[in-house]
């Protein structure tokens, strides 16, 4: 299995323009997870679905933030507008299963700078 | 709120010591606690995962335990490599969710 696939690896814009993160998650797994990291926040979890449903986007920061997953092997993440402080490195992850044995795979993660 | 802290945030050691890695977390109804390695600009690598039902899991040179009624849980690398050096997270789960720890960075001397 190639694991989580996310493209692009990075991505540099400038502030107002729309981006586009995307994600394959690990075929079979049924929960994707968005995470975005940073040096002052670590590690935040910003939404995650099950069976392609969003479930918790309580992490969602702003509304300029949307995420979807239209089928069992993609995910988007879209911020529009972007703003630099939106900068961050944004990692995707799915599961197999919940629970106990809820092993969380990575992807490499996207490295986003706004301008 | 689950909070998880880990304490130190950097740790130096020679080659060939053993790793200690703290980890503690204030939700003791949780379901796991998984144990990540991060290298510098990369993803996180899972390296162990533990069940609120297990005390310890093996892997290797690694072994990681989990108490849950001090809300700890500790990292054990055995016989440091400079190879081992990379930010360890930890990270309690609930039911789907992870709540991670800052990381402890360690780099490992030659």
């Known amino acids: 299995d190639a694991g989580v696939i996310q493209s692009p690896r990075h991505e540099v814009t400038e502030m107002g323009q729309e981006v586009t993160l995307r ?13 975005r990291q940073t040096m002052m926040r670590g590690l935040e979890l910003l939404i995650y679905f099950n069976n392609n449903v969003p479930i918790d986007d309580s992490g969602m920061p702003e509304d300029r933030f949307s995420a979807k997953m239209p089928n069992a092997s ?3 993440l879209k911020i529009q507008p972007s703003e630099p402080r939106d900068s961050a490195v944004y990692f995707c992850a799915s599961s197999l299963l919940a629970g106990g044995y809820n092993e969380q795979f990575f992807g490499p993660g996207t490295r986003l700078t706004v301008l | 709120k689950q909070e998880v802290t880990q304490i130190p945030a950097a740790l130096s ?4 010591e053993n790793l200690v890695l703290n980890c503690s977390f204030t939700d003791s ?5 998984q144990w990540f390695r991060q290298d510098p600009g990369k993803g996180l690598t899972s390296l162990l995962l533990i ?7 093996t892997s290797g ?7 849950k009624s001090s809300g700890r849980s500790t990292l054990y690398i055995a016989a440091s490599q400079p190879g081992d050096s990379a930010t360890y997270l930890c990270a309690e789960g609930n039911d789907y969710k992870l709540s991670f720890g800052a990381g402890t960075t360690v780099t490992v001397r030659a």
Do not use: M
């Open chain 1, 23 to 35: 994600c394959k998650p690990i075929s079979g797994h049924d929960y994707l997870f968005w995470y």
């Open chain 2, 51 to 57: 069940q609120s039902s297990q005390r310890e899991q």
């Open chain 2, 29 to 33: 109804a949780i379901y796991n606690l």
């Open chain 2, 61 to 67: 040179r690694l072994n990681a335990s989990l108490d």
């Open chain 2, 13 to 16: 050691v020679p080659e060939g």
């Open chain 1, 74 to 76: 993609f995910s988007t």
